[in-house]
C-alpha cells in the first residue's frame, strides 16, 4: 500500500511539473522590418554628423491575426523608446568595441525613464499620427572604422502597471542590404 | 415449459440469495460539504462502490468569492484567479473496507471554470484594427489532485459523516505547491442507499 501511496502523489508531482511556461507579464510581442534608414557615406570626416531614420505605423501585424495591430490606441504612448549601438575597431582587440556616447552627441528625441539597450532615443508619434519616427544623428568627434549596430533594438512602450506593455522587435534584413560599417577620417 | 420455470425459480432464489449475502447492500451514496457554506459556496457528490474497498465517484462544486480565502492559487502571471465552479471525478479506497469506520485515500481528477484577470484582451475596433486591454479572461482548465479522510456509517449503515482533506494542482502550473488549491476538504454527510 506504501508503494501505491509514493506512488500516486510523484504522479501527481510529476503532472504538476508540467507548465505551458506562457508567462507574458502584459506585454505584447511584435515584430518589424525595414523601418530603419541609413545612407551610408562610408567615408566621414571627424565633425560630420551620422544620421539615420526610424519609421514604423501605429499599426502593425501580428502574428496569428488578420487585423492589424492599433499600438498607439492599445497603449497610449506618444513615444516608442529604443537603443542603437555604435562600435569602434581595436586595433588593441581586433575587434569592434562598444562606445557609450556622451548624450550631448546624440542629436534627437531622448525619453525619460526609458526602457533600452545602448543610447537611448525615442520615435515620436508624427503630425498626421498615423506613424512613429525618429531622426537621430551622432556628431562624429573621433576618427577610426565604426560601425552601427541594430541588433537586439526594441521599440518599447513606456511602462506602466496599469496598461498594456508594446515591445517591438526590429528584425534586421538578412541580406545585408543595410550596410552599417563606415570610417571617419580627421 | 415445466422445466424453464424450475430453471427461473432457482435463478430468482439464487438472486435473492446472492442479494442476502451481499455485504455491501448501499452501493450509492449522496454526500454534501457541511463547510462549504460557510464560504459562500456548495457542492453535492455522488459515489458507488465498486466492491469491498473501491468505489468512484463524481463531485460538483459552486465557489463563491469567499472561497478564495481557501486558495493559494489566487495570484497567477501577474493577475489573479478565482475558480467558479468545478467538476471533480475521484475515487476512493477504503482501507477498513465496508465497516463503520475508515480512512480513505481519494485521487481526483479536475474540470474548473476559472475568471483570470490581469490578462490581455484582444478586440477589434470600430477601424478594424486590433487593440489590447487588461481584462477578464475565462476558460476550463484541468487538474489532478488527491485527497485523505476519514469515514463513519451512522444509523444502519445509512447515514454517512466523514471528514476529508483534499488538494488539488491544475495543468498550467510549473509547481504542485505554488497553485494548489483546497478542494473536497470539509466535514461531508451523506445518504447511502
Same mark, same amino acid.
Given at each position: 500500500?506504501?508503494?501505491?501511496?509514493?506512488?500516486?502523489?510523484?504522479?501527481?508531482?510529476?503532472?504538476?511539473? $508540467?507548465?505551458?511556461?506562457?508567462? $507574458?507579464?502584459?506585454?505584447?510581442?511584435? /515584430?518589424?522590418?525595414?523601418?530603419?534608414?541609413?545612407?551610408?557615406?562610408?567615408?566621414?570626416?571627424?565633425?560630420?554628423?551620422?544620421?539615420?531614420?526610424?519609421?514604423?505605423?501605429? $499599426?502593425?501585424?501580428?502574428?496569428?491575426?488578420?487585423?492589424?495591430?492599433?499600438?498607439?490606441?492599445?497603449?497610449?504612448?506618444?513615444?516608442?523608446?529604443?537603443?542603437?549601438?555604435?562600435? /569602434?575597431?581595436?586595433?588593441?582587440?581586433?575587434?569592434?568595441?562598444?562606445?557609450?556616447?556622451?548624450?550631448?552627441?546624440?542629436?534627437?528625441?531622448?525619453?525619460?525613464?526609458?526602457?533600452?539597450?545602448?543610447?537611448?532615443?525615442?520615435?515620436?508619434?508624427?503630425?498626421?499620427?498615423?506613424?512613429?519616427?525618429?531622426?537621430?544623428?551622432?556628431?562624429?568627434?573621433?576618427?577610426?572604422?565604426? /560601425?552601427?549596430?541594430?541588433?537586439?533594438?526594441?521599440?518599447?512602450?513606456?511602462? +506602466?502597471? +496599469?496598461?498594456?506593455?508594446?515591445?517591438?522587435?526590429?528584425?534586421?534584413?538578412?541580406?545585408?542590404?543595410?550596410?552599417?560599417?563606415?570610417?571617419?577620417?580627421? | 415449459?415445466?422445466?424453464?420455470?424450475?430453471?427461473?425459480?432457482?435463478?430468482?432464489?439464487?438472486?435473492?440469495?446472492?442479494?442476502? =449475502?451481499?455485504?455491501?447492500?448501499?452501493?450509492? /451514496?449522496?454526500?454534501?460539504?457541511?463547510?462549504?457554506?460557510?464560504?459562500?459556496?456548495?457542492?453535492?457528490?455522488?459515489?458507488?462502490?465498486?466492491?469491498?474497498?473501491?468505489?468512484?465517484?463524481?463531485?460538483?462544486?459552486?465557489?463563491?468569492?469567499?472561497?478564495?480565502?481557501?486558495?493559494?492559487?489566487?495570484?497567477?502571471?501577474?493577475?489573479?484567479?478565482?475558480?467558479?465552479?468545478?467538476?471533480?471525478?475521484?475515487?476512493?479506497?477504503?482501507?477498513?473496507? +465496508? =465497516?463503520?469506520?475508515?480512512?480513505?485515500?481519494?485521487?481526483?481528477?479536475?474540470?474548473?471554470?476559472?475568471?483570470?484577470?490581469?490578462?490581455?484582451?484582444?478586440?477589434?475596433?470600430?477601424?478594424?484594427?486590433?487593440?489590447?486591454?487588461?481584462?477578464?479572461?475565462?476558460?476550463?482548465?484541468?487538474?489532478?489532485?488527491?485527497?485523505?479522510?476519514?469515514?463513519?456509517?451512522?444509523?444502519?449503515?445509512?447515514?454517512?459523516?466523514?471528514? =476529508?482533506?483534499?488538494?488539488?494542482?491544475?495543468?498550467?502550473? +510549473?509547481?504542485?505547491?505554488?497553485?494548489?488549491?483546497?478542494?473536497?476538504?470539509?466535514?461531508?454527510?451523506?445518504?447511502?442507499?
Amino acid at each position: 500500500m506504501k508503494k501505491i501511496v509514493i506512488c500516486l502523489i510523484m504522479g501527481i508531482v510529476l503532472i504538476g511539473c $508540467y507548465s505551458s511556461d506562457d508567462y $507574458y507579464d502584459r506585454t505584447v510581442r511584435l /515584430q518589424v522590418r525595414d523601418v530603419i534608414t541609413f545612407t551610408n557615406d562610408k567615408e566621414y570626416q571627424v565633425g560630420d554628423t551620422l544620421r539615420f531614420e526610424v519609421a514604423f505605423s501605429r $499599426y502593425l501585424n501580428e502574428d496569428g491575426f488578420s487585423s492589424p495591430l492599433d499600438v498607439f490606441e492599445t497603449t497610449g504612448a506618444e513615444a516608442f523608446s529604443y537603443g542603437f549601438d555604435l562600435y /569602434q575597431y581595436s586595433d588593441f582587440s581586433k575587434r569592434f568595441e562598444p562606445i557609450f556616447l556622451d548624450s550631448e552627441l546624440v542629436i534627437g528625441s531622448k525619453g525619460e525613464g526609458s526602457y533600452y539597450f545602448g543610447n537611448g532615443v525615442v520615435a515620436e508619434l508624427n503630425e498626421t499620427r498615423d506613424t512613429y519616427v525618429s531622426e537621430v544623428g551622432v556628431v562624429l568627434v573621433e576618427s577610426g572604422t565604426f /560601425q552601427l549596430d541594430f541588433d537586439f533594438l526594441y521599440f518599447t512602450s513606456p511602462f +506602466n502597471e +496599469n496598461s498594456v506593455i508594446v515591445s517591438i522587435e526590429y528584425v534586421r534584413p538578412s541580406d545585408g542590404t543595410l550596410d552599417l560599417e563606415f570610417s571617419v577620417v580627421e | 415449459m415445466r422445466r424453464s420455470l424450475i430453471f427461473f425459480i432457482l435463478f430468482l432464489v439464487a438472486c435473492l440469495a446472492l442479494k442476502a =449475502q451481499d455485504p455491501l447492500p448501499y452501493k450509492n /451514496q449522496v454526500s454534501t460539504n457541511l463547510l462549504l457554506p460557510l464560504f459562500g459556496s456548495a457542492d453535492v457528490a455522488y459515489e458507488r462502490t465498486l466492491g469491498g474497498k473501491f468505489a468512484v465517484g463524481l463531485g460538483a462544486a459552486v465557489y463563491g468569492e469567499p472561497f478564495e480565502n481557501l486558495t493559494i492559487d489566487d495570484s497567477y502571471r501577474g493577475g489573479s484567479l478565482r475558480t467558479k465552479n468545478e467538476i471533480m471525478p475521484f475515487a476512493r479506497i477504503y482501507f477498513n473496507g +465496508n =465497516q463503520k469506520k475508515s480512512h480513505f485515500l481519494e485521487v481526483l481528477g479536475s474540470f474548473s471554470r476559472v475568471d483570470e484577470s490581469g490578462r490581455l484582451i484582444r478586440s477589434v475596433n470600430e477601424e478594424g484594427n486590433g487593440v489590447y486591454d487588461i481584462g477578464v479572461r475565462s476558460y476550463t482548465r484541468g487538474g489532478l489532485g488527491m485527497g485523505y479522510g476519514y469515514r463513519f456509517l451512522l444509523v444502519d449503515d445509512k447515514l454517512v459523516l466523514e471528514a =476529508q482533506l483534499g488538494l488539488r494542482t491544475n495543468f498550467d502550473v +510549473n509547481f504542485i505547491v505554488l497553485n494548489a488549491a483546497l478542494v473536497r476538504t470539509g466535514i461531508k454527510i451523506g445518504y447511502r442507499f
